[in-house]
């Protein structure tokens, strides 16, 4: 139970409903996307549009007052031929118009979905660490997925339907002034009522799509953690334990939905009874009116033909407000997205980095993850270009919070990082990023050929440099006795491979993108004594010339290091080489005893 209960509140804690009133500038920001084709698709579309409605207008009119008054009733069946001739024609137009709207609506709609997605994405892809550390990966799937996709329905139909609705409801009252200013002023009496009802109605149904939204962001966001962590599931037997979770998840985000669609089934009743009210005055009143020859049969009939398609876009008109509020709770997710700004920005004046020669130094650095757990304590270090330096301590002694200041992942809290003699704030990301390779422990392959894998860090790279790199450090080998070589797929995370072998793909990667500092983060701690072998060999070529930075538990693999920086709780102890610091006989001695003595127990 106590697991459970610290599982809710992680995935509770980062996705909340945004309580803000409805906001149109928000919308007209939404619809901006729209611009691109604002000259384009829309005028056509919009054409489109204006004939189906002109033609629906119209009808009543040849049904009602022409047919019967002048043709039906007075026994001319010629003009009443000429007449359903006209009718057919208009409908044949409008069946035309209505395929082109729904045709380059559909476009219109699809291009400002894939323009938000990707908007979405690009901007994901340049956001800091410090995002991704507050956020579950599921979390941020909904956004770019369903976020964007429940706003579809909107572009594609809703903008034009809500276009239609309102020139046929101007035009419908219009008629009936014109038809019974009397008749249709008793009619539409009822009007005030629905529009407070309404009203009322809107805060509460915005609130349960915000709410839909979130509880699927919940339960996306621990899908995706089961399937990546499956494996830690079984290997614990907790598949019980899980499923009843999801259960838990799922059901949350089942009554969001039952709820969602609660709210908004309310609204069409209310229209429905107010079409009621009006046909039964209209049958009341409007006999009343024949009678007192104030009013024709065919008025008569043609007013209950527009009074029943005027309640129709009234309910369409709920129907799109609902898209809009799906919209607007979807919308506000995905703007919330959009507006965060890079905990590690680039300046607007950022110098471009060349001639790289890898000295970096660290002055009077602090950094703090959150204002209670300090991980540096005003370090001060200098890393010499071309030399290997190994960080080495204790778990939580600082040494991954170095490292990643050094590829700006963050910025020091106090203090500046210099790369030859510049802050690291002064200059371009890509740059800088492009100069910094990592080799982790826990490699990342991603979804493709072993070819596109190694490529990764530099993608313009021949076919040959691939090669290459890759017997450099010892990996052709194993690649060539795959049934497809360089061009075997691996799935995500590379599961066909084994450790060491996805190791050395990240090596050969590593040595490709040819960086002047390179960054091996425990990068031979998961793997066999053999296949280390290889990658000491390797080693020599990739690290050849460069500023390399070597995090390691195994002390043996950083003897020949030339600078050996101990540290412990984010400061510095003692920093020489392997040799040097045996002699004095101080932490980094204590460390490297504890090790041959638990070797030898072993």
Do not use: C
Request: hydrophobic residues 45%; proline residues 2%.
């Amino acid at each position: 139970m106590e697991q459970t209960t610290k599982r809710t509140r992680f995935h509770y804690s980062t996705e909340q409903v945004i309580e803000k009133p409805f906001n149109w500038s928000q919308m007209a920001r939404l619809f901006s996307y729209m611009k691109p084709y604002a000259w384009t698709l829309l005028p056509k579309t919009i054409l489109m549009m204006l004939i189906v409605t002109a033609v629906r207008i119209a009808v009543p009119i040849f049904i009602g007052v022409l047919a019967l008054d002048y043709a039906i009733i007075p026994g001319d069946l010629n003009l009443l031929y000429t007449f359903a001739a006209i009718v057919l024609g208009l409908y044949i137009l409008s069946w035309v118009a209505n395929v082109f709207r729904i045709r380059w609506m559909n476009e219109i709609g699809q291009h400002m979905i894939y323009d938000i997605r990707t908007a979405l994405f690009n901007h994901i892809q340049r956001l800091s660490h410090r995002f991704f550390d507050q956020r579950s990966g599921g979390s941020i799937l909904v956004r770019v997925i369903n976020d964007v996709n429940s706003m579809q329905d909107l572009f594609t139909n809703g903008v034009v339907n809500l276009l239609m609705d309102i020139v046929m409801l101007v035009g419908i009252v219009v008629i009936l002034f014109m038809l019974s200013p009397e008749l249709a002023i008793l009619i539409l009496i009822v009007l005030p009522i629905m529009f407070f009802i309404s009203t009322k109605l809107r805060r509460k149904i915005r609130r349960s799509w915000q709410t839909v939204r979130v509880r699927q962001s919940k339960m996306n966001s621990h899908l995706n953690e089961s399937i990546q962590g499956i494996r830690v599931t079984q290997a614990y037997a907790q598949e019980k334990e899980n499923m009843a979770f999801f259960h838990d998840v799922n059901t949350d985000n089942y009554e969001s939905w039952k709820h969602a669609t609660k709210m908004n089934a309310i609204f069409r009743p209310f229209v429905e009874l107010s079409s009621a009210i009006g046909a039964v005055v209209l049958i009341w009143y409007g006999a009343n009116l024949i009678q007192s020859e104030v009013l024709t049969i065919g008025i008569f009939v043609s007013f209950a033909f527009y009074l029943g398609m005027f309640w129709e876009p009234i309910s369409r008109l709920g129907q799109v407000y609902n898209q809009l509020l799906v919209g607007m709770a979807s919308s506000e997710r995905i703007f919330e997205f959009l507006d965060e700004k890079p905990s590690v920005p680039e300046k607007a004046d950022a110098k471009p980095l060349t001639n790289v020669k890898g000295e970096i130094v660290f002055e009077k650095v602090e950094f703090a993850y959150d204002e209670s757990r300090k991980a540096l304590h005003e370090i001060n270090l200098t890393f010499n270009a071309g030399q290997t330096i190994a960080l080495v301590g204790h778990t939580g002694s600082g040494k991954s919070t170095i490292v990643n200041l050094m590829s700006r992942f963050y910025d020091p809290t106090k203090g500046r990082v210099l790369l030859d003699g510049r802050d690291l704030r002064d200059l371009k990301l890509d740059d800088l990023r492009k100069n910094v390779s990592y080799v982790l422990q826990d490699t990342f392959i991603f979804a493709g050929t072993i070819m596109d894998n190694i490529r990764f860090g530099r993608p313009d790279a021949t076919d040959a440099e691939v090669l290459q790199a890759a017997k450099a450090i010892g990996a052709h080998d194993f690649i060539a006795k795959l049934e497809k070589g360089y061009n075997t797929e691996v799935e995500e995370k590379g599961n066909v491979l084994s450790v060491g072998e996805r190791q050395l793909l990240s090596f050969a990667r590593a040595l490709l993108a040819d960086p002047r500092i390179l960054i091996l983060d425990e990068a031979t701690a998961s793997i066999d004594t053999e296949t280390e072998v290889k990658i000491q060999k390797g080693l020599k070529k990739l690290l050849a010339g460069r500023t390399a930075i070597m995090i390691a538990h195994r002390l043996s693999t950083i003897r020949d290091s030339d600078k050996i920086i101990v540290l412990e709780h984010g400061n510095v102890l003692e920093e020489g080489t392997h040799d040097s610091l045996m002699q004095t006989q101080g932490a980094y001695y204590n460390l490297v005893k504890s090790q041959y003595a638990a070797i030898a127990e072993n």
